[in-house]
């Protein structure tokens, strides 16, 4: 099955932005742009500022992806699905969310860093903010092409009626407090995939997934999510 792909959104180490507005994407390790509600959207966004820092670079992922396709505006809510592969996830707030649990025997354990101790925390915060109905879902990458969800997504399309999915990488790094090389480098990439044929005027291409599970964007292998988006803004030019 062919999907294609109409939406494009990140925030890596070297800026954020949509896939239109660049002829050049790198996802290379360093510290992450501050992102800001005005990122996001235009409304008034007040619950932004009680986000994680991995909520926050997932939502603002999502948003940039949205925006890209031309779906970011809405009055009734889509049946969009979101699906995120990550390395670390929240590991960073739960770590902070237990050190406000040792002192006291849990007697002050913060509610507000709690309710973000899943990796999946701000697939919820974007379907509410957005509209998005469809399947949502975490999933702990094995590997270091980043391609996980992207699998995960084509199988869903096929597999269901839904049109549309996003689906993408989030990762904020490992906390300090693990001490661990940086294997994976910081950000969030995420792509709008959609069925309809309605969609060939945004597309960038189309992306294939065989029976081995090996993806390819307009025939040509995908080895990793940074050359494909690279594929994807080639495609333009």
């Not at 294609?4 to 990140?10: K, N, S």
């Not at 699998?151 to 790094?173: E, H, N, P, Y």
């Not at 307009?218 to 080639?234: A, F, G, I, M, S």
Request: net charge negative; hydrophobic share 40%; with cysteine.
């Amino acid at each position: 099955m062919n999907v294609h792909i109409t939406g494009i959104g990140w925030i890596t180490a070297a800026g954020m932005g949509c896939g239109r507005d660049h002829a050049y994407f790198s996802m290379p390790g360093g510290r992450l742009p501050q992102i800001k509600a005005a990122d996001i959207t235009d409304a008034p966004y007040p619950n932004f500022r009680r986000l994680d820092a991995y909520s926050r670079l997932g939502l603002a992922a999502v948003a940039l992806a949205l925006r890209d396709a031309g779906l970011d505006q809405w009055e009734a809510k889509r049946d969009i699905g979101i699906i995120v592969s990550t390395v670390y996830g929240c590991l960073g707030t739960d770590v902070d969310y237990y050190m406000t649990v040792i002192p006291e025997g849990g007697a002050n354990a913060s509610p507000a860093l709690f309710s973000y101790t899943s990796a999946n925390s701000f697939l919820g915060e974007a379907a509410i903010y957005f509209g998005l109905t469809g399947t949502g879902f975490a999933i702990a990458e094995q590997h270091p092409t980043g391609l996980a969800a992207l699998q995960a997504a084509m199988v869903q399309l096929f597999r269901q009626d839904a049109g549309k999915i996003l689906a993408g990488v989030c990762d904020v790094g490992c906390p300090p407090l693990f001490n661990q090389p940086a294997g994976v480098p910081p950000g969030a990439v995420f792509f709008m995939l959609e069925k309809s044929s309605d969609e060939k005027a945004r597309s960038y291409g189309q992306l294939h997934l065989n029976a081995g599970s090996v993806l390819r964007f307009n025939e040509k292998p995908v080895t990793d999510l940074t050359t494909l988006v690279q594929q994807c803004l080639d495609s333009r030019l």
